[in-house]
Every structure is written in structure tokens, then in C-alpha cells.
């Protein structure tokens, strides 16, 4: 049973960090990250390639092909394909190696 998405995507929040973006739910994790100045890992973006992988902390995600490439076993221990992930929820994050794309700014100061 899920309930609707906000207006603005269900809040994202990257474990360890302070790092957060909204992730609408007909968009994977990978491109709305990326939207709000997110550069995550990735490589094929089709689910293959297992470039991008992380591990859910909190919440729920739907992958958007049938057989991305997790065993059943990881699957089941939370872990994700964010480049074909969609949110169902509020969720937490484990993701190595997140970082501001180049050409957004997070952290603009005064000055
Ligand atoms: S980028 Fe290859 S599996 Fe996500």
C-alpha cells in the first residue's frame, strides 16, 4: 500500500550526509539526483552494468525493468539500482561516492 507522492517527489536524503534531493516517482533515483545537483555513480544506466549500486536505509523503491541486475539475495538485503530505481516513499540512501555535479554549486557562499 503506498501513499502519494508530494508535489515535489518523495525527500530523498543520502545516509552519512547532508545531501538531499526529491525524487518524483516516475523518475529512477539516478536522473532526479541529478536534477537537483547530484552527480551519483553510474555507467550504463540500464540496470546492468551495477556502476551505480546502493543500499536502501529507510523507505521503499520499485525498480522499472523486471530483472536488474541484483540477486535475489541483495535484493532482499535492501540493496538498489538507482539508475532504474523509482521511489515509493520517503527514503534514506547508502551511496559511495556522491558528490555536486561540476556545474551546481551546493555549497555557493557569500563572497
Ligand atoms: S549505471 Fe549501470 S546498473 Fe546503474
Known amino acids: ?25 516516475d523518475v529512477s533515483l539516478l536522473i532526479a539526483a541529478r536534477a537537483a545537483g547530484l ?4 555507467s550504463c ?10 543500499q536502501v536505509e529507510s523507505g521503499e523503491v520499485v525498480h522499472s525493468i523486471e530483472w536488474p541486475g541484483l540477486s535475489r539475495e541483495e535484493k532482499a538485503e535492501g ?3 538507482p539508475c532504474v530505481a523509482q521511489a515509493r516513499s520517503a527514503l534514506v ?11 551546481h554549486r551546493a555549497d555557493a557562499g557569500p563572497g
Open 93 to 103: 540512501l547508502r551511496i559511495a561516492a556522491a558528490q555536486a555535479a561540476p556545474n
Open 1 to 25: 500500500m503506498s501513499e502519494e507522492a508530494p508535489a515535489a517527489g518523495w525527500p530523498v536524503r543520502l545516509a552519512g550526509s547532508d545531501q538531499r534531493f526529491d525524487a518524483p516517482p
Open 79 to 81: 540493496w538498489i539500482l
Open 39 to 42: 552527480r551519483l555513480p553510474s
Open 45 to 54: 544506466r540500464n540496470g546492468s552494468c551495477r556502476a551505480c549500486i546502493g
